[in-house]
């Protein structure tokens, strides 16, 4: 369950889920990871917070170093909602702050949609609110297909990609990421997450977001087109008690691209919720 950084880390899991908990006293604060990715795509966030945050984050179910599913049709939110609640109560903690990136700010979204008394609030980061055409493209595509394996750790390290792809983090910065996102089975290399978990039936957010009563804060990245700017109006004029803010300078990946500006945001939004 435990993951604590340099000089000293351990780790293990609660359940099936993996969390890393950098510790520390301030607000309790669970991250949330996008599809495909992982813990490490806060790395950069996260540091920043010393003292102002006891943040942890969690890999759900599918990825990173958490447990896998049975097929495509588990991958659910139901089932990663279960897999925050399951973090919550490994961490000990009543109410806490909930920040998703892409994928995972949909699952914080709708976390807080079923458990809001157990959040001061929740920031969703730069996500779709609605599915596209070729969301439902990639959903056929993957469906049946086999786990990709390489031959060897550089092979796959030359196929590692962000979707979509406009990024500020140097390529040293994405070969590091994309080290943390790859393991070595019996078969070959392949990714720390379930080729199946892409099969996650993406639908419209519309109807939910009038029903979140905890405190909200939607970042979108300046430059992303994931999350237009009108996309993320509409999104804050359909919540009770949501603003909005656009980071300058960031594409989809604003932990990635403008890891200060966004945990500078976090931070000064969060000191004003209540305990």
Known sequence: ????????????????????????????????????????????????????????????????????????????????????????????????????????????????????????????????????????????KVRGRAQPVYADEETMLGKFRLQPPGTLLDEAGLRELGRHGVRKTPEGWTWKFDWRSFTFPYGPVWAQLPLIEPAALIVRGDLSALMPREVMDKVVAAMPRARGLAIPGAFHHVPLDKPAELAAAIAAWAAELPA
């Not at 979204?109 to 730069?126: Q, S």
């Open 1 to 140: 369950m435990i993951f604590t950084p340099a000089p000293s880390s351990n780790s293990r899991k609660a359940g099936p889920v993996h969390l890393r908990d950098w510790g520390g006293p301030g607000i309790p604060l669970l991250l949330t990871h996008g599809m495909a990715a992982h813990t490490h795509w806060w790395d950069p966030v996260v540091p920043r917070w010393k003292g102002v945050f006891h943040a942890a984050a969690l890999d759900f179910r599918g990825h990173g170093d958490s447990e896998w599913l049975g097929n495509d049709e588990a991958y659910v939110a139901s089932h990663w909602v279960e897999d925050i609640e399951t973090a919550r109560e490994a961490m000990g903690w009543k109410r806490f702050v909930l920040v998703g990136h892409s994928m995972g700010a949909r699952i914080a979204l709708e976390y807080a949609r079923r458990h809001g008394d157990r959040l001061r609030g929740v920031c969703a980061i730069d996500f779709l609110a609605e599915p596209h055409e070729s969301s439902g493209r990639r959903r056929e």
